[in-house]
């Protein structure tokens, strides 16, 4: 099993920024993707950024230039940076990893973008 601790969101208001992190623990075998998806009230679950094992990374349509996903592999850690906020950023933010074959998400912290 994998567990994933995530911390960094909160309330900020538009043009702001914030850094998400998701710690990996547990019997990590081999974590190959890794990356954040994130959910708004009354919309589904999207992603929004993500990072292979080597570093290639996709992103979201809506966050290219503003998000920045990056992976400490010694410490199983992701992390979001996320600058110049908006509101329509304002959802619950998943971490999800690709580990051994299997998929884990995290518990998801909330991000509220408002002035």
């Known amino acids: 099993q994998v567990q994933l601790a995530e911390s960094g969101g909160g309330l900020v208001q538009p043009g702001e920024s914030l850094r998400l992190s998701c710690a990996a623990s547990g019997s990590i075998v081999s974590i190959s993707l890794m990356g954040w998806y994130r959910q708004a009230p009354g919309k589904p679950r999207e992603l929004v950024a993500r990072?292979?094992?080597?570093?290639?990374?996709t992103y979201a349509d809506s966050v290219k230039g503003r998000f920045t996903i990056s992976r400490d592999n010694a410490k199983n850690t992701v992390y979001l940076q996320m600058n110049s906020l908006k509101p329509e950023d304002t959802a619950v933010y998943y971490c999800?990893?690709?580990?051994?074959?299997?998929?884990?998400w995290g518990q998801g912290t909330p991000v509220t973008v408002s002035s």
């Open positions: 990072s292979t094992s080597v570093g290639s990374t």
């Open positions: 999800n990893v690709l580990a051994g074959g299997r998929i884990y």
